[in-house]
């Protein structure tokens, strides 16, 4: 498989449960990101993971935990959400290279919270 | 902290139409801009990337222009095909790994 997959495409969620989406990136990339999409809104960064190190978290609430265990594979892990976080979830990598720099982006996770 | 506007938020052309999108940012300190398509539902794919030296950059019936002193971008299509009918971001890179996304521009193409 290529390029950058999410798991899964679409969930559905209560307020009190937990739940992990899932990103793979097979581009040999050194940087993985996640993105939260809301409707009428501009595409919002979440977490920036450098070498698996985390190198920016954009005051993201502590309901949402990302995980990146190695170079390829990044998690968000959910704990009760809410309403207002249902919304599309993408991730997204790149391989850091000064200006010339292209993030490549996975077809996301379509979330929604009841 | 930078900001990027996109104009028009939608448009609707016949097929066959020449057609410019535009994106300003409001901070000139920018490594690149890149220009995405977004189907519905999907994920971005990257369109054009112009680095901050650059004019422009062109890829087949698509081109960019950048002028970052006034903190514009216009992605001009030309001939427009139904397949063209898409959301269009815009998005700016300044420091860090960090991009910032217009709204975009939802543009239909019909037949």
């Known amino acids: 498989e290529t390029g950058v997959t999410q798991t899964p495409r679409h969930l559905v969620m209560g307020m009190t449960n937990k739940k992990s989406l899932k990103c793979e990136q097979h581009l040999g990339h050194n940087a993985m990101y996640w993105y939260k999409q809301s409707a009428k809104k501009p595409l919002e960064l979440m977490f920036v993971y450098n070498f698996k190190e985390q190198t920016e978290n954009n005051s993201v609430p502590s309901r949402f935990s990302p995980e990146c265990p190695n170079s390829s594979h990044l998690f968000l892990h959910l704990h009760t959400l809410q309403p207002e976080d249902s919304a599309l979830y993408l991730c997204?990598?790149?391989?850091?290279?000064?200006?010339?720099?292209?993030?490549?982006f996975g077809p996301g996770t379509r979330l929604l919270v009841l | 902290k930078q900001e990027v506007t996109q104009i028009p938020a939608a448009l609707s052309v016949p097929e066959g139409e020449n057609l410019v999108l535009n994106c300003s940012f409001t901070d000139s300190a920018i490594y690149n801009l890149q220009w995405f398509r977004q189907d519905p539902g999907k994920g971005l794919t990257s369109l054009l990337l112009i680095q901050s030296s650059q004019r422009e950059q062109t890829s087949g019936r698509l081109n960019a222009s950048l002028d970052k002193s006034s903190g514009r971008s216009t992605l001009y299509i030309a001939a427009s095909q139904p397949g063209d009918s898409a959301t269009y971001l815009c998005?700016?890179?300044?420091?860090?790994?960090?991009?910032?996304f217009g709204k975009g521009t939802k543009l239909t193409v019909n037949p």
């Open positions: 998005a700016v890179r300044g420091g860090s790994e960090k991009l910032v």
């Open positions: 997204a990598s790149s391989q850091l290279r000064g200006d010339q720099e292209t993030q490549y």
